[in-house]
Structure formats: C-alpha cells, structure tokens
C-alpha cells in the first residue's frame, strides 16, 4: 500500500527539464544552418563572391538573408549564378538560389534553392526583453580565411527606433522621412558584428530558435577602420517581420 502511494505522488509532480542545451550545443547545430550568400561564376576569378551571411528555415529550402545583401545584378551571358554555400564537415557545398520575396523597407530577402535541401533553424514566437542574452553566427570577414562560421554572444541592449540620429539636414532623404513618421522597433545588441555578418540569425542561447536578423553595424569611421576600430553596436530585425513576408507570399 505505501509503494503504491509513493508512486502515486511522484506521478502527480510537475516536470521540469533537469539540464538546458548548453550554448556549445547550440551552436554546433545551428552552424548547420547558416549559409554564406554570393555569386558564382564558373569563369571568373574568383569564381565565388561573398556578400553576406544567410540561414535556412521552414522545409531546408527557403534561405532569409538581407535585402541588401542581393546582387544588385546578376550576369546571365557569363552563366553567373546567386548562390549560397555552407559547410559540411570539411566540405564546402554551393546551392543555386532565385529570390521568391523581399522587404526592402525590413531589409528581408528569402531565396529558395533550386536543388537540395539544408538544416533548418526554428523561428520563435517569444516575447523578446532587454538584457535577454542571445548569440549570432555568421561570417564576419566572408570567404577571406576559409568558409567557417563565427558566432558572438550579448545581449539585447535596447528595443529602439529604426532612425538613426542624422549629422547633418542633408543627410535626411525621402526614405529617411518616412521612418521619422512611422518608425518600427529594431533591436540594439551590445555584440560586436561586422559587414559580413549581415543576414546572421540572432537566436536563443538556450534554445537556438531565431528572433532575428543582423543587419547593421554602427561604424565609428570608415567601412576601411571597421575590423581595427569596431563599435560594438549591432542592430537586428524582429523576426516578426519575416514572419510577415513569409505569410504574404504564402511560403509557410
């Protein structure tokens, strides 16, 4: 009779995770994921340009970078290709991707790749604090010394404006204008990104799942200072916005 009430109680307590997913953990799948996005060109030299950091979502497909990050063209009679490339073990893979949706005004572009399939990240719908810690990997100098994705660790320092305080009046353009009247959130992190890392997934340490996307870096000098002198300002996009995008153009 006491065994039995003794099993009878244990079987009423909550349960709780007894360990979380160590950020080593974390990392080591999430690198899976994330892609650098260029151009290929079977007659070029180099054949392989980088221009930002992406990450795959959803079925393995669909790859979120920046807006910014695109080509601003692509030269088709010298059969060059946009294409991301990741990591495989000591392998680098490249992928053919055509652009399906983008937000200019969020800075989100989605590819999807025309063949193949890669390790998906989760999105997360939680409610995003300052102070939460988070990390981002990426490639912060591209291609320069090899394919190998780096990751940075902070926190949300600030939930903040899009608009940036201008120097000057001249500064302000027809673009800037409208955010000064209908401005939406972004998040500030006190790690430090670099040009390269723009389109990294900004996600839960303990978890993995993405709450956003690099996308700026506050420079202090020069785009040429930038690896000597970093700020240490990086901003990223709510992952609502993609959520957004993804929903429009039926991608879900």
Same mark, same amino acid.
């Given at each position: 009779?006491?065994? %039995?009430?003794?099993?009878?109680?244990?079987?009423?307590?909550?349960? @709780?995770?007894?360990?979380?997913? $160590?950020?080593?953990?974390?990392?080591?799948?999430?690198?899976?994921?994330?892609?650098?996005?260029?151009?290929?060109?079977?007659?070029?030299?180099?054949?392989?340009?980088? #221009?930002?950091?992406?990450?795959?979502?959803?079925?393995?497909?669909?790859?979120?970078?920046?807006? @910014?990050?695109?080509?601003?063209?692509?030269?088709?009679?010298?059969? *060059?290709?946009?294409?991301?490339?990741?990591?495989?073990?000591?392998?680098?893979?490249?992928?053919?991707?055509?652009?399906?949706?983008?937000?200019?005004?969020?800075?989100?572009?989605?590819?999807?790749?025309?063949?193949?399939?890669?390790?998906?990240?989760?999105?997360?719908?939680?409610?995003?604090? *300052?102070?939460?810690?988070?990390?981002?990997?990426?490639?912060?100098?591209?291609?320069?010394?090899?394919? @190998?994705?780096?990751? @940075?660790?902070?926190?949300?320092?600030?939930?903040?404006?899009?608009?940036?305080?201008?120097?000057?009046?001249?500064?302000?353009?027809? %673009?800037?204008?409208?955010? #000064?009247?209908?401005?939406?959130?972004?998040?500030?992190?006190?790690?430090?990104?670099?040009?390269?890392? $723009?389109?990294?997934?900004?996600?839960?340490?303990?978890?993995?799942?993405?709450?956003?996307?690099?996308?700026?870096?506050?420079?202090?000098?020069?785009? *040429?200072?930038?690896? $000597?002198?970093?700020?240490?300002?990086?901003?990223?996009?709510?992952?609502?916005?993609?959520?957004?995008?993804? %929903?429009?153009?039926?991608?879900?």
């Amino acid at each position: 009779m006491k065994t %039995k009430i003794v099993v009878l109680l244990l079987t009423m307590l909550p349960i @709780h995770p007894v360990f979380a997913a $160590s950020l080593a953990d974390v990392i080591e799948i999430t690198k899976k994921s994330v892609v650098a996005v260029g151009t290929y060109m079977p007659k070029r030299s180099p054949r392989g340009i980088f #221009l930002g950091t992406g990450f795959a979502i959803a079925n393995g497909r669909l790859i979120v970078t920046n807006a @910014h990050v695109l080509p601003k063209k692509i030269e088709d009679k010298s059969f *060059e290709k946009l294409t991301v490339f990741n990591r495989q073990n000591k392998q680098i893979k490249m992928f053919e991707a055509k652009v399906v949706a983008v937000d200019k005004e969020h800075d989100i572009a989605i590819l999807q790749l025309v063949n193949g399939l890669l390790p998906a990240t989760g999105l997360s719908n939680a409610k995003v604090r *300052e102070g939460q810690t988070v990390a981002f990997t990426g490639f912060p100098i591209g291609m320069v010394l090899g394919l @190998h994705p780096v990751t @940075h660790t902070g926190i949300i320092s600030a939930i903040s404006p899009v608009v940036l305080p201008m120097l000057r009046s001249r500064q302000l353009n027809a %673009k800037l204008m409208k955010r #000064l009247q209908d401005p939406y959130d972004v998040y500030q992190l006190d790690a430090t990104a670099y040009p390269g890392n $723009s389109g990294s997934p900004v996600y839960e340490k303990e978890t993995g799942k993405v709450i956003g996307i690099v996308n700026k870096v506050f420079i202090k000098e020069s785009k *040429e200072t930038v690896l $000597s002198k970093p700020s240490g300002i990086t901003y990223a996009i709510p992952i609502r916005y993609l959520d957004d995008l993804l %929903k429009k153009n039926n991608l879900l």
